[in-house]
């Protein structure tokens, strides 16, 4: 069985309060499962509950081992390392993967530099877990037990991958921190700037790579998507690497995705704004019976 427990889903910032209890304010993390195999995707503060959760059932088990991966360094991503409790255990290992957008520094010393004086009190040469860092790229590859996972650049101001994990025939994909590519170059006549050649080749160029993002998410029977803006909402956001409920929609369905998850809420969105803006777009996808619409939840488990 493969399955995804969202234990954060919220952007930039955690914001907790009495406006944020039935969708969560903690930022993103994700436990997905492929039968025994534990894999998690980003640390954001929804890892620490994650980690009290393993402590308490993985780990009478047995040592904990999974495989870690981040979408991308910014800070509502990897917060929350220094409170994810098996880091303290000697046992416990962990394979950390992810992007890195500033060659002179690693994935270690990003996630580590949290873990410093200046900040906390413990050093990350103190953490008694086995931890291994790497920095990927796009590539594919296997993790073992049967379990793949592919790779894709996203559209972010800093480097930022998506993932799809594949496991006897069903799939997971994430997509969030994403914004639909566009073209950068002016596409007005009148503009003193204008240049119809490299207008036409921007507009091909975005055309390329949204269709490369719709061949990723091809028949994903669970999608994680972005959906941190309304339409409306986007124009005052543009270039700030997120997408709208609306683009999250459209592009499962081009992709054909079963189940989409709308993912990555605005900071800022209350309970009964997020209760609107799900009802309102689960009644757009009513004319598509084979896709279902979920807002993302805290504590919500979905079976692919």
């Not at 944020?20 to 620490?48: F, H, Q």
């Amino acid at each position: 069985m493969l399955s995804v427990r969202i234990w954060g889903d919220r952007g930039s910032i955690p914001c907790p309060g009495k406006d944020t209890v039935i969708y969560g304010g903690n930022t993103s993390c994700l436990e997905i499962r492929a039968d025994e195999k534990l894999v998690i995707v980003d640390l954001g503060t929804g890892v620490r509950l994650l980690g009290d959760w393993l402590m308490e059932n993985d780990y009478k088990k047995g040592p904990i081992d999974a495989d870690i991966f981040i979408t991308h360094t910014h800070w509502d991503h990897i917060m929350g390392f220094p409170m994810f409790s098996p880091i303290f255990v000697p046992t416990t290992r962990f394979r950390i993967r992810g992007p890195v957008s500033y060659e002179d520094e690693t994935l270690e010393q990003i996630i580590g530099a949290q873990l410093s004086y200046r900040y906390w009190p413990v050093r990350i040469d103190e953490l008694a877990a086995d931890i291994e860092y790497s920095r990927i790229q796009e590539t594919s590859f296997d993790l073992g037990g049967g379990l793949r996972v592919t790779t894709k650049y996203l559209n972010h101001p800093i480097l930022c991958l998506g993932y799809r994990f594949e496991y006897q025939g069903k799939s997971i994909v994430t997509a969030y921190d994403h914004e639909p590519f566009r073209n950068l170059f002016p596409t007005d006549p009148s503009d003193p700037s204008f240049d119809e050649d490299i207008a036409r080749e921007g507009e091909a160029a975005a055309a390329d790579e949204n269709e490369k993002i719709l061949r990723f998410f091809h028949g994903a029977d669970i999608l994680i998507q972005d959906s941190q803006y309304t339409a409306e909402e986007y124009p005052r956001h543009t270039g700030w690497g997120h997408s709208t409920f609306e683009y999250a929609l459209a592009s499962a369905e081009a992709a054909t995705a079963k189940k989409i998850i709308l993912f990555h809420h605005d900071p800022g969105r209350t309970d009964a704004q997020l209760e609107e803006l799900e009802r309102s777009f689960q009644a757009r996808a009513a004319a598509r019976p084979e896709i279902q619409l979920i807002a993302a939840r805290e504590g919500l488990t979905i079976e692919a």
